[in-house]
């Protein structure tokens, strides 16, 4: 049975976000595809999550399973990861950034070899869904995008290398009701993606 680890990293309710809106529809979408699959919901807003200090990092390194293990020990479980996140300052919100240095562990998730760091996760795939204000995927404002690589780049780190990303852009720029005809579109794509997923 296939495992699906649905990340969000938004506080908003659903209803007054687009990478949210976007990404339910996507993940109840995939679940009707694929009925047998097994997803569970991780809100990273509603965890015991916090910068790493001095007292945490032992803890979170530790080769003993304990209340903080538990995040890298989940994520390893999982075949297939969606996570849900908007642009905030070019980049990822700090809770996301958090949870990833919760699950970036060496020996766990990729480990040191005489050749460099070496993933460990293998034959698993993610894709990012997100809402930015501006426009990010094309243009001068290509450049600028540091989240969206971040993501690619850590996880391609710890092995995954079959990343996608789905993103809902400029709604900043558009009228709410522009946004919401353009938002009736992107379900489409969502649909068709989840073919591909
Ligand atoms: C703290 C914060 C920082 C943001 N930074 C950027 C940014 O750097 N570039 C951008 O285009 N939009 C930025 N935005 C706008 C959001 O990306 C945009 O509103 C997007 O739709 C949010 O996703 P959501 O609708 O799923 O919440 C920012 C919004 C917030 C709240």
């Known amino acids: 049975m296939e495992k699906i680890l649905y990340i969000k990293a938004?506080?908003?309710?659903?209803?007054?976000?687009?990478?949210?809106?976007?990404?339910?529809k996507?993940?109840?979408d995939y679940k009707v595809?694929?009925?047998?699959?097994?997803?569970?919901?991780?809100?990273?807003?509603?965890?015991?999550?916090a910068h790493?200090?001095?007292e945490r990092i032992g803890i979170v390194f530790s080769p003993e399973s304990n209340e903080l293990t538990k995040y890298v020990e989940e994520f390893m479980e999982y075949d297939k990861y969606v996570i849900v996140a908007p642009m905030w300052n070019l980049s990822i919100p700090s809770i996301l950034k958090t949870y990833i240095d919760h699950i970036v562990v060496a020996g766990k998730t990729f480990k040191y070899t005489e050749e460099?760091?070496?993933?460990?996760l293998e034959n698993k795939k993610a894709l990012h869904i997100t809402a930015r204000g501006g426009?990010?995927?094309?243009?001068?404002?290509?450049d600028f995008e540091m989240g969206d690589r971040y993501l690619r780049t850590i996880l391609g780190f710890m092995g995954i290398q079959d990343f996608n990303t789905f993103a809902f852009e400029q709604t900043g720029v558009f009228s709410p009701e522009q946004l919401n005809e353009m938002l009736e579109k992107k379900y489409k794509e969502a649909k068709k993606l989840t073919e591909e997923f």
Do not use: C, M, T
């Open 10 to 24: 938004n506080f908003k309710e659903e209803n007054d976000s687009y990478s949210l809106k976007l990404g339910r």
């Open 26 to 28: 996507f993940i109840e």
């Open 33 to 49: 595809k694929n009925p047998n699959a097994h997803v569970k919901e991780i809100d990273l807003y509603q965890e015991d999550l």
């Open 52 to 54: 790493l200090d001095h």
């Open 116 to 120: 460099g760091p070496v993933g460990l």
């Open 135 to 142: 426009l990010y995927s094309e243009g001068p404002g290509a």
